[in-house]
């Protein structure tokens, strides 16, 4: 029930599925009474329209938050341009809420948003919910962005102030948050509140291919706090070196939790300086904190790039011979190189929508710098496939492994996917998961079966060919065109 003396405040979530530690709601709830809405925007994201891994996250991920907000959430599908005006006027709202987010299109969009809604006399109060530092704030001294991220992180971020204690949940939230459908006005929203809001945005695939997602991750706020709590308790101790390792239990896997904003950074920071307090932990919590450090790294490129996802930001890049192999794309896509390292990872994308970072990036250097394929085709993959997709972190990744970024990696730094497999997969625990076709392989010849001899394959079942494939490129002649084809561009 709404006093009539109360405040109607309008709070727009996005990419801050979350309670705690979420100041636009925490304020708008401290201010009046508070209508919590979601809005699939296809018609603003361009070509950055949430891929099919993201939507399906997205769905439990609402349900989740509708059900925290007694299913009070109303969810709607369209351009917030027109719907939120039309919000406020008909549910006469005084004031809007949100938390910035940072991809260009949506910065123009609410941009002008924000310009109509107070030329109509509504005020619109933003607030950070995603980050641990502005992007505009942190700037060499010439007042220019950070291109290497060394000096960014240690010289930009730690010296600046240090991230906010996060927030709690608004304390009277149940008796804050009103159902829009009961006020006068809210007719039309009849069907758009909580579960069949939610069911009406049409986010879960229609063949099932997500049964094996769907047994892999836990979505949700509590989930999200669950993982975090679960990974400093077992996997902070040893993460500097066993982050290499795809088959350890030794990554976080917070990066869909944060990308939706199931949890926030300024959480994860603080509580993982908590649990790196003890003794000895020093060393992983230094760099733990710098991979989320990273984060705010892609975030500040996109920030002053905003053509990052699409043009290298070394522009000889731009005219790179790519070359053009629908096939080859194809293997790559499926998991069928005959790399056993990479179709692994591409495996393991596909079952699970998360590829441990290793293997992201070995993954990322054969796409590029064996099969000679644009970045942009494996940008294009990731976004579709990943539950973490990440527009920010996904350009600039893809940059940095095509050799074309800021503070990338070299492009002559080809990854071989058999000495990374060899190195950083041992026992072949990560490649048996999930190429199960080489399980029988002794260890020595997993990673690469191509070079195995007949009698060993036969005996493990292995028919080159038949049930894997023979490697599509030859490694050292497809690493020298490569080389070859980045000479021609100095
Ligand atoms: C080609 C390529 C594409 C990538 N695409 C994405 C993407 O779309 N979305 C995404 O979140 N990450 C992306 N990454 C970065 C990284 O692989 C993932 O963030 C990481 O694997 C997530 O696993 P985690 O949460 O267990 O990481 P942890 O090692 O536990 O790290 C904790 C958090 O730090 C951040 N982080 C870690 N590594 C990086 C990094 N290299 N760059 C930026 N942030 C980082 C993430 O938010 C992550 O959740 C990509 C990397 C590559 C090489």
Redesign the pocket.
Known sequence: MIISAQRINLVWLRQDLRLADNPALYEACNNGAVIPVYILDDSNSGEWAMGGASRWWLHHSLSALSASLGDQLLVLKGDPLTLMPRLVKALQVDDVYWNRCYEPWRINRDSQLKKQLNDNGTVVYSSNGSLLWEPWRILKDDQTPYRVFTPFYRRGCLKAEPPAQPLPAPRRLKQSVVDATSISGGAWLKGRVGPSGIDALGLLPTIPWDKTMAATWQIGEKAAWQRLQQ?LDTGLEGYKEG?NFPARAK?????PY??FGEVSPRQVWHEAQLAGATGGLENDLDN?LS??G??EF?YSLLYHNPDLPRVAIQKRFNNFPWEQNADRLRAWQQGNTGMPLVDAGMRELWQTGYM??RV??VV?SYLVKNLLLHWHA?EDW?WDC?V???LP??S???Q??AGCGADASPYFRVFNPVLQSRKFDQAGDYLRRYVPELASLPDKHIHAPFEAPADILRSAGVRLDENYPSPVVDLKASREAALAAFKSLS
């Not at 990554?251 to 990066?255: A, D, E, H, N």
């Open positions: 990974f982050r990554v976080s896997r917070l990066s944060l990308h733990f991979e989320i990273w984060r892609s441990h970072n992201r990036m990322g494996g990731f990943l973490d997709a990440d972190n996904n600039a990744s893809w940095w492994i």
